[in-house]
């Protein structure tokens, strides 16, 4: 049976108290006009607040509201006339975003770094979109020790049978709905574990890069304090620039990537001595669907 696709939970209740309240009232019909407005949004990457207010009938003023509130959620970002959920060399996408994207490749790369566990392991787990789909290969390779920031996958896993489950505190960030800064850093600098299962935002050059510094230093201290350490990329990794560098592509013990990765990419990466795992992925069709 194919593995049930693990999306952040907020981006199902979000908008839930619009349940709460009676349909015909104006509360509810803002949320709901706020879901929709959200939804186009991360279905286009990119929009025109002024299309916005036509397609939604709202005045410019009111389409502005909105979006504010959307984007002090974490979800959507405004600049000059323009409203966004893709990512850019500077600014990460909302984890509600990212989960929509590459679905069948996160998949298929969860599974295939899942063999990487083994029983009796204490193994840190980052708040990535990727790392999220490995939840359904845990339950077989209990009894587990699960380290992370990541509220995210806390609740995903928090009822599991025969797994501790440590949540690392801190500053928690919207966006990424994951704890991060110093005391999160200081408390995972008091740890030491086994395996560290991670994914970045960027490939380029040999190093993996991440747009916000805070993650980079997040990522950095469970790369630090883990044994062996695993590096989940999808094959769009390769195609995006971020701002700060974490460290060298050989700095990991292996790195699984999906099959649309390019060959020469992966060359490149077995050249430097590097472990890579290619984990293969549905057809198109299949990968399309999986994604709506």
């Known amino acids: 049976m194919k593995e049930k696709e693990r999306r952040p939970a907020r ?10 309240v009676p349909a015909d009232s104006r509360h509810a019909r803002q949320l709901a006009r706020r879901q929709l407005m959200a939804e186009a949004v991360m279905a286009e990457g990119t929009m025109r ?75 840190f787990f980052d708040d990535s979109t990727t790392v999220l789909q490995i939840v359904p290969h845990l339950a077989t390779r209990v009894p587990l020790t699960a380290i992370t920031n990541s509220l995210t996958l806390m609740n995903e896993i928090k009822g599991m049978r025969d797994l501790t489950l440590l949540g690392l505190g801190g500053q928690f960030h919207n966006w990424c709905n994951a704890f991060m800064g110093p005391v999160t850093t200081a408390e ?38 883990a044994a062996m350490r695993i590096l989940l990329a999808d094959h769009t990794k390769f195609e995006r620039r971020a701002l700060h560098a974490m460290c060298a592509l050989d700095d990991f013990d292996a790195i699984v990537v999906d099959s649309g990765t390019p060959p020469n990419q992966v060359e490149a990466m077995k050249s430097r001595g590097v472990n890579v795992v290619v984990a293969p992925v549905p057809s198109a069709k299949a990968n399309a669907a999986s994604v709506l």
Do not use: C
């Open 188 to 225: 995972i600098r008091k740890l030491r574990a086994d395996r560290l299962f991670m994914s970045m935002s960027a490939i380029t050059d040999g190093m993996v890069f991440h747009q916000s510094p805070e993650m980079v230093e997040t990522k950095r201290a469970m790369f630090e304090s």
């Open 11 to 20: 981006a199902s209740t979000l908008f839930a108290a619009a349940k709460q």
């Open 49 to 123: 607040i002024e299309d916005l207010t036509g397609r939604f009938g709202i005045s410019l003023m009111t389409a502005h509201r909105d979006l504010d509130e959307l984007a002090e959620k974490g979800l959507l970002r405004k600049t000059r006339g323009i409203v966004s959920a893709a990512p850019t060399s500077l600014i990460e996408s909302s984890d509600v975003y990212r989960s929509t994207r590459q679905a069948a490749e996160k998949r298929a790369i969860a599974e295939a770094a899942a063999v990487f566990l083994e029983p009796g392991q204490a193994v």
